[in-house]
């Protein structure tokens, strides 16, 4: 069963409709691919699977840092929960070290 790691799209079932009116019930699989998304704040890529729907929002909203930073935890994959807290820790520790340097 495939689902994005990032967005949480999975399958869904649908009615086929024929002519006759007659309805079949089917599944309806995201179009998911392996991707290697490049995160500016870790500097290197990360192997992810996600959703073609997903790699275009990631280009609409700036980046795939940015676009993960605004997912909510529970859509997240396990894999993308990890990937998600090491960008926080990697910003929090770029901030700090920022403000050391102004002082």
Known sequence: MSR???SGKGPKVKNLVS??????????????????LYSNALN???K???ATSTIR????????DTYILNQ?????????????KKIQAQLKKK???AKGVKK
């Open 19 to 36: 002519h006759s009116n007659v309805k079949t019930k089917f599944r309806v699989q995201p179009n998911v691919q392996k991707k290697q």
């Open 72 to 84: 909510p935890d529970l859509q997240l994959s396990a894999r993308a929960l990890v990937t998600k």
């Open 57 to 64: 929002n990631i280009e609409h909203v700036g980046g795939f």
């Open 4 to 6: 994005c790691e990032l």
């Open 44 to 46: 290197r890529t990360v």
């Open 95 to 97: 901030q700090s070290l």
């Open 48 to 50: 992810l699977q996600v």
